[in-house]
């Protein structure tokens, strides 16, 4: 069964966040999605903080989808992680409804469930030298 779960990276606070949840206690603020795959900062009411205007930047948060693999230490791999592969190193992505492993040093680009025993190391915005 698949299961459809995300993490988003947090621009600003440089965080990667899996509960859905920003801040702590009554400041929490909860991440919504909408039908375009945009996300936006909600209060405990349900609205962003402008009276339900969307004031969350574009850019603040990416999107990742959990790709229902699990890597060689029963690590889950998501979308934006970079794992080994035999010598290489590549990082996880999805193009249209394939998840794609991508070698970082030279374009060579294959389905992640060709990929034998892979191990997440990494993930693009907390591992940024893994991708030189």
Not at 32 to 39: A, V
Request: aromatic content about 10%.
């Amino acid at each position: 069964m698949n299961q459809k779960k995300f993490r988003v990276w947090d621009n600003e606070e440089k965080v990667l966040i899996y509960n859905g949840c920003v801040g702590a206690g009554s400041a929490c603020e909860f991440i919504n999605i909408d039908f375009n795959g945009n996300c936006h900062l909600n209060n405990a009411f349900g609205f962003d903080s402008i009276l339900g205007t969307p004031v969350t930047p574009p850019d603040r948060f990416i999107l990742e989808q959990y790709v229902n693999r699990l890597d060689i230490n029963k690590k889950e791999i998501w979308e934006g992680d970079i794992i080994k592969h035999g010598e290489s190193i590549r990082f996880i992505e999805f193009r249209g409804s394939n998840c794609l492993a991508t070698r970082m040093d030279v374009s060579d680009t294959i389905l992640l469930s060709f990929c034998d025993s892979p191990e997440v190391i990494g993930n693009i915005h907390e591992n940024p030298e893994l991708s030189k």
